[in-house]
């Protein structure tokens, strides 16, 4: 089998990592733009990083005002303080949201872009550094963000190997105030990515490695999931496990139930990760039936079957939501158009993405 895999992130892990290792900021420049959102300001991260700053001597402006399922306006608004501020570099702290924006930021703020989703990501972009403050996405570790495109009536990511943070800080500390819905949906966005990396038609033996890792990291937190737990412990696993998952997909990309789960946060509203734990199952058992033995390979790395996985994922989702007919007619339409469909080593053909929302979401 061949394959190639790529991961050019300095990760620095464990309790009080940035205020530790403060001294590897100052290298990045005078001037620092800290991208954000709200829960930073309380959950430790923005003094952090901010009291890291003082010490280097470094000045910063903070944008605070990132949204969830981050708009190219607020990658532009955001782009325009990095510019005028003179920013040196970025750090982000927060969810998947303000990281993703943070890469757009920093191509924005040293190229010029006209349609973002085109523009093809060549020359220099702002160096970053990544603080997660939910584990789920993985976005400290690869080199995508995700906004959301209204001209498409979709999310659509933008991609290229100048997006990867230069380091990502990984302390389970901040996601203490992390709410439990947050903490089971960024969950489920962490499995999903490690299971979609398993599928994909890039996975090869190093992306394996560390998906299993992952998923075998996710399957002993699900206790604590269930009970919404954690012990300090149980953040830095969940963080780690998230990351793993992060690696996984800088190198295989995605597969279809991120490309329906889209539709389901667009129109409906739906958390990523819980737009692709709906799917999830469905998925896998539709793959089960084509390629069982590298299903149950997924399973097995989780400590379950495929029925136990699928039990497991309903218990962390409770009560589904449920679309009408046309609703899934319309997503399934929308996903079959997704690059990730081509990426997934079963192929799905709109009907069959159809049968997946059907089992998923129908009434
Ligand atoms: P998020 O949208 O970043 O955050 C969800 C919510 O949690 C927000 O209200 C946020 O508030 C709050 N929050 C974050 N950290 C907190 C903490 N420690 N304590 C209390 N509240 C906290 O959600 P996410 O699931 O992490 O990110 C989802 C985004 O990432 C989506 O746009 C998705 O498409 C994208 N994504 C990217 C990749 C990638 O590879 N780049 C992969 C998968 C998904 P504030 O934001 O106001 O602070
Ligand atoms: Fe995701």
Redesign the pocket.
Known sequence: MSFQYHMPVRVIAGADCVWENGALFAPFGARALIV?????A??G?LDDVAAVLRRNGQAFAVYDR?E???SVATVRECAALARSFGADFIVAA???????AAKAVALCARQEVGDIFTHPIGGDVLPMIHIP??A????EV?Q???LTDDAAQT?R?IAAPQLFPRFAFLDGK??A???QS?TV??AL?ALS?AVEGMLSVRAGAFSDALARESLRLLGGEFPALCAGEYAAEDRQTLLQAAALA?MV?ANTGTTPVHGMGYSL?YFRGV???RANGLLLPAFLEACARRIPQRVREICGALGADLGEFARRVDVLLGARERCTEAELRDYAARAAKNRNVENCAVRFSEEDLLDVMRRSLGG
């Open positions: 954000t959102g709200r829960s930073s309380k959950n991260a990132v969830a399922n981050p927060g969810g998947g949201s303000p990281m993703d403050t939910t789920g996405t993985g976005s690869t995508y963000s995700v999310k990511s901040y996601m105030t992390l709410p947050v949906n960024t966005d990515h992060g997909i946060t958390p990523h990760g």
